[in-house]
Structure formats: C-alpha cells, structure tokens
C-alpha cells in the first residue's frame, strides 16, 4: 500500500515521499526497506536514526532528524496498530459447522452457529454456547459447560463438570480441571490421593495463554474472575480464587487455595505460597516468591517477596555485601587498635 | 440433603436446624447459603463468626460461637471429605472398549476391559494393560508398554518404548519420553545432537499432573519410582532417577542425571542443577536453587539452596542490609573521631 | 553381545574376560550386571571401585583398579556414545505417506515423501516441505509453511501464518504462534485484547522440546535464528529475537522484544524481562533474574543477575550476613566503651 494512503487513513502529516509502496511493519531496529515503523517508548530515540524503515510515525512534538519519510500523529503507539490493520492479512476465518470426525455424544447440547473442528471429542452432558469455535483436537468432558462466543485453539482440554463463561478464549494445549495435587501420607510415608471433587469456574472475557495448567478443587471451586489475562505455562492450583481483572504474565505459579484480588498484577515467574491473600490492586514482581499476604494496592518483589523499594534497596545492597564485610573488618583492626592505644594511656 | 441426613451418616453431634437443605461445599471463606463448611486449620479461626455457609463442621472441643447450624465431629477435616462424598455428583465413567475413530496397530496388544477413547493412536508393538483408560486425543509411541489399571487424560503422549507400570495416572497435555535436552558444540560453536537412546521407566502408583515433561535418558532410564506424585508443568530432565514416594509441586525442574532420594518433597518452582544427589526424605524449599548434593532428612531452600533455618535467617537479615549498612557508615565516623581524639591526645 | 565383538568396533583395549554378554548400558552408579559404563567425568571417580557392570571404558591413562573387565579408549565418553548405538534398538520409523484419519485441506501442499500420521489437522494454505513427518495429532494452522526435513511429534500446534525452516524438530505439545500477551488497560482497569498480527519466524536445524510456548509477534515476527535449541516448558514471549544457535534451558522464560544474541546460553528457569538486549555469546545463569542489558561475552547470575563472579561471592555472604550483624553489634559496643573511657580521661 501506498505511504501516501496509509497517511490519508491514519490521518497524520507526511513530510517525505508518500509513493512509496509500504509492504510491512516492524520495530526500529527490525525494520527493513519497504517497511513502517514508529517512536513510542522514548527509549529508542536513538534507533530512529539508525533504521532502516521506510517511512516513521513519530508524535507531533517530535524534534529530531528522520533518515526516511516521517509521519507526524498523536499517537505514534495506536497509529501503528492502525497501520499494522492495514497492512495484516486478514484474521484467519473457520467456517460454522461440525466437522464429520468430531465426535460429539447425543446428548451434548450445542448452540447456534457453533464451530467444532476435526477431531474434536464432546463427551455426554456438555454443553457449548452460541458461536463459539473448537479449533480442532480439543476435548470437552462430561458435562462441562462452555459459553458464548468462546474460542477454544487446538489440543485444549476442558475436564468434566467445569464451566466457561462467555467470549473466553484458551489457546493451544491448556487444560482447565486437572485434579488438584492433594494426597495425605499414611505412616509409612506413602502418599494416597485426596478425591479432588469440585470444578473449575471461568467468567466472562477471561484469556489463558497456551499450555497454562489450571486445577479443579478438592471441592467447590477453583474460581478465575471475570476479565482476567492469563499467560502461556502459567500454574492455578486447587481452591484458588483469582478476583475479576487480575492479570499475570507467564510461568507464574499459584499454590493451593490462595485468593487473588480484583486488579492484581502477578510478574512472570513469580510463584506465591498456597492459603494467601493478595488484596485488590497488588503487584507482584516478576520471580518474587511471596510467602504471606500482600496489602491491597502495595508492590512487592524479592525472595521473601516485600515492599519493592525496600527489595530493591536490599538487592543493591547485597551486591556490595564483599564491600561491607571488608569495611568491618577494617573497623574491627581499628577499635582493636584504639584499644590497646588506649589500655597502654 | 437435609443436614440431618448428612450428620447421620457423618455420626457427628447437630446443634441447631437439621432440616435445612444442604447443597454444596465451600471453605469459611466462600460458602454461601445452603452450603456445609469446617474448621480444620486454626488460622480460620476468625472466619466462623463471618461465615455464609449454612452448616459447618467443627471439633468436638471447639468453644467459639457459630452463626448457623453447628456439626461437632472427631475430625473436621475428615468428616469434610466424607461429606463432599455425599454431596458431589459421581466420578465420571468411561464405557469400557475401543472407539472406531482410534487408530490402533494390527499388532499392538490391549489388555482386558481396556478403554481407548476417540482419536487416541497406539504405535506397532505398543501394549497397554487390564483395564487401563486412555481418555481421548491420547499418543502412545512404538514398543512403549502400558501397564494394568492406568489412566491417561487427553493429548497425553507417551514416546517410544517408554514403560509405565500399574494404577498410573497421568493428567491431560503431559508428555513422557521426549528427547533429553542434548548437544555437542563444534569449533564454531553450531550445536549438534546427542541421540538419546534410553527410555523413561514409571514405577507403580505414580500420579503426574497436566502439561509436565519427563525427557528419556541419553541411554539407559529416566526412572520414576513408585508412588512419586509429581505435579503440573515439572520438568524432569534425561537420566534423572527418581526415588520412591518422593513428590514434586508444581514447576519444578530436575536437570540431568540429578538422583533424588526416597520419601523426598520439592518445593514449588524449585530448580535442581544437574548431576547431584538428593538424599532420603530431603526437602527443598518452594524457589529454592540447588547447586549442590543435599543430605537426607535436611531441609534446604534459598538461592543458592542452603539450610533452611539459615537462609530464612539469611534473607531476613537481607531486608535490613540497608539498616547494617548506615550502622557501618556510623560505626566508621565514630571510629574516625576516637582516632582524632586520640591522636591529639 | 559379546564384549570382544564391541570392543572390536570400538578400537579399544580390553584387559579382562570378553566372554561377557552385555545386554544394556548404564552410568557407573545405575548400571547391572550385563550393562557396560564408562568413567568421563572426574567426578565419578570413586564410583568404579563400586560399580555393578560388567564392563567399563576408561581413559588410556586410567591407574586405578576396575571391579570388572575393563576396555582402555582414547575417548571413554565418545566410546560409550559408540556402544550405546550398537546395544540400542534402531530408531522408531515412520512409514511415508498420509494417514486416511488426517485431515487436510484442499489446497493445502504437501512435498515428495511426506507422512502424515493419525489425526493430524492441516488447514487451508498450508504447505509442508518434502520428507517432513507429522507424527500423529498435529496441528498446522491456515498458510503456515513448514520446511523440509522438519519432524514435529505429536500434539505440536504450529498456529496460523507461521514459518517453519528446514530440518527443525519439535517435541509433543508445544505451541509456536498463540497470541503474545497484550493488553491495554481502560480507565476502569478493564483490560482490552490488542490484536496481535505477526507471524513466528523459525529458522533452520532448530529443535524445541515438549510443551514449550512460543508466541507471534504484535506484528512483524517472532524469530528464533539458525541452530537454536530450546529445551521442555520454555516461554518465548511475542516479538522476541533469538539469534543463531543460542540454546536455552527448560522453564526458561523470555519477555516480550528481548532480543538474545548468536550463541547465547539461558540456565534453565532463568527469566528475562522485556525489551532488553544479550549480546552475543553471553551465558545467564539457571534461576537468574535478567533486568538490564547483558553485555556481549559476559557471564551474569543471580537476582538481579550481575556479573557471576559478583554474585557468587555476595551470595556466599549473605548466608554470614547474620555474623556480619554479630560483629556490627559487638564494635558497637566497644566504641560505645571507648567513647566512654575517652569522655572519662
């Protein structure tokens, strides 16, 4: 497409060559002849003059040289998206209907205008709301329950009894309603499993990622809030409660009946002790390992996860811990010194 | 069920209304009306008075007040699971028999009253024993044995030649007997492929959670004992030898050739370097960084991995570096003025 | 086999009966009688004396004693290698061709030579390259390419658009192309999708483990470079870089835009925060903590990760951080005493 046509659609202001034909998109340091790119974190201010982009968006303010054409916006970072709309193929498309090798049993109930993929397996009692699409090889269990206008990518299990609210998605190879890990330990040290009886409970517009692992509860429910952001291999054990809005990026792991509030913000790899409480609005530090209730709206990181100032501070400082040792030591030869000064005065 | 009917099968002491009808579980915390909850762990002590739940289950010496209908038993805990047995609806059923859309070799052999779901493929030579469960969507490679009594979820693979033993159990998305994690590097520093020739030996009595990986040996086992319960997403790397009733929680990782000792317990996220010995009845810490052999019976944890009792006194301490670090600098001030006054003394 | 017949192809020398039959393989300390073993690593030293194998390959200036026949190489390692080829069953086959149950579209193209096992799904567009085996129950999403040679086992979902190169094997369950994660928050903390339009980019004689995620890029491409090798559960978040021949171990986890030079190496576990850059050849240490830059050649470990070196020695102190807090307590006190004595004369 035409630098020029992107411009007319984005609405901004060209200084430069609008013939140029832009075939792609990609950050500054990616990007290639043939390509647009854009300046949002000030961070890579410097990259603009070194890129090799055909064409740049850049904020209205923005003072510096442009080695290609520039495209002066409000807002470099959305009017990028927009371009990159323009510009994408579009969204991959799966026609409405069940493909003859999914094998769905009689009594499963399927909505209007559902998707279901090849070799997708419904078991008896499920039920799959208006719309929604099983990509392929999913598995849906007994009387599980998924909404409207779900989308479920290949290889994700949904284990029996476990409900889906509405526009969920779930992406490759996730499984919703493994047991929860409960055994108790006879005497000689062997373990027995604990029944994990209940189900796992997903409200509306909640998105995991691929090979996320989210566990039933020993009984009630494992419960993920409405609006909540799940990434790739992330860990929900049994009983826990994530509250409405919480995001947490990948690799994280959540311990046995711990409670999440609403708007919480778990970094990737951080892993949080089980039958804790993180009050609404927390963030958690990517690879903290949190060991006690985290306050509503504080920020904690560091193993044992605390206040993030404080933690910061800490690991500074044990950076310099060798220093430190030395400049007692120091001390120690000198009050040894002044002693003996002072025992021979 | 009435919670009459529940405490006569319980065989607890009622006070309060035994008519009212008991539909659910849940903890202090999430129970609502209708449901039955207990006391088990002291820290919830607090949550009885502020409970919804309808009915709850507590010790026979227990003293505090209960705003709903109160059951005194021996063990709340125990009585909780038993009535969760009453009030959950029965495990699911898998009709015994072969699916016709399973792709199964002419010369596997399958045990009696086994059960192969819908899309499962097992490879030529493959056996799987009496009785056992491969749910839907399962891979179960060349030669690999299966024994008696086992259940696999959907999308487990089970590689080549791998061998389980009886009552395994093994959660959706895991995958057992992928290639160890090995390469040479040449003088250029391009990485080329160790074969790995060995298999992955899974004792009896073994659960493993969803989306785990147990990577085969270079040669020679990957050895899983019996009665290890290993959790979702573990990593447990080639030649690794696991010893009997040991557990793992959640997103640990083993590197190779690690040999962990009977009655052992990781903590979550704990990573292990490879080539090391953990002996009997150790216990890693949630997080922990093991970088060298842990005696058995001790209790490690911390980065690196260190006596339990000492790291935590470790990492306190690291909170309060900045503290001992003004100490220092005041400690040196004053040193520094005694010296003056001695000098001109 | 007899052990003169390997030590024959080996070209070693064997002081001790050749008569033995070996049947299997095994390291010094899990090896049997009928195994043979071998001693590389220095380590293991002691192991010899104890060892249960029939036979074990040592160095040419191996002195110590051998419980058992022993066989003298240039390279016992390489040799066992060697051994292990001879003693192991021949890799599993896959006979070329397309199994009647997959599913492929239309217009999908499909090279010379290429299998296509049981269940496996290919959608419009597609293409897979010649020889290219999909073993059961993949996944190949609308017009992603797949590259000769290439080997992906089962449950391996390649999503929508993605490019596979030649030669690349990737183990049961993992994902290239789910959804980066992305999300713009509202004024009310309500997290909205933003679309994420690349591809994942793969290059060549690259091999990924099981269960591992890789995510497309917001636009532009994800890309993993020539000869990478990514170990079991690792996260690539989306437009991450990786350079050539990288390796990086399981659970590792990499944030989004991060761009890992040629030849680096990630410990496993180790985490890496977004937008930073590894220069080529740098190695992270397991576990480690990556916040900032990395520069080229370096060696870095630890939380936050810092020069290795560095942080060793300050982890070695923090475990006598609470003797360090002893002597800052006790020159307390003895300045304390000498200002006093000072004030005093």
């Known amino acids: 497409m035409q630098l020029a046509r992107i411009v007319e659609k984005l609405g901004g202001t060209l200084v430069g060559d609008g013939s140029v034909e832009i075939k792609g998109l990609g950050s500054l340091a990616e990007a290639e002849a043939g390509d647009i790119s854009f300046l949002a974190n000030p961070k890579y201010t410097s990259a603009v003059a070194s890129t090799r982009a055909s064409a740049v968006l850049l904020a209205r303010d923005w003072k510096g040289e442009c080695p290609c054409a520039a495209v002066y916006v409000e807002n470099p970072d959305r009017a990028f998206a927009e371009a990159a709309l323009l510009l994408s193929p579009p969204p991959v498309g799966f026609v409405p209907g069940i493909h003859p090798t999914a094998v769905i049993a009689p009594d499963a109930k399927l909505g209007e205008g559902v998707t279901v993929g090849p070799h997708v397996v419904i078991q ?74 209940g189900i796992v409970e997903i409200g509306d517009d909640v998105e995991i990622g691929a090979n996320a692992a989210i566990d039933r509860a020993r009984f009630g429910k494992t419960r993920i809030g409405n609006g909540v952001k799940i990434d790739n291999l992330v860990q929900v054990a049994h009983n826990v409660q994530i509250g409405d809005h919480a995001v947490m990026a990948s690799q994280v792991g959540i311990s046995g009946s711990t409670r999440i509030g609403r708007h919480v913000q778990l970094g990737g790899q951080a892993g949080l002790a089980g039958h804790l409480h993180v009050g609404d609005g927390a963030v958690v530090g990517a690879q903290a390992g949190v060991t006690k209730d985290v306050e509503a709206g504080s920020f904690v990181s560091g193993y044992p996860a605390m206040d993030h100032r404080k933690a910061t501070k800490a690991h500074a400082h044990l950076m310099r811990l060798p220093e430190l040792k030395e400049r007692i030591k120091a001390l120690e030869a000198l009050v040894e010194a002044l002693q003996q000064r002072g025992d021979k005065a």
């Open 124 to 197: 008896p009692g499920a039920v799959v709301g208006d719309r929604s699409v099983l990509v392929a090889n999913c598995y849906v269990g007994h009387e599980a329950v998924i909404g409207c206008d779900c989308r479920l990518y290949a290889h994700v299990s949904i284990r029996e009894r476990c409900v889906l609210g509405n526009r969920v998605i779930i992406h490759d190879g996730t499984v919703v309603g493994s047991d929860g890990f409960g055994y108790t330990p006879d005497k000689h040290g062997v373990w027995h499993k604990v029944l994990q009886l």
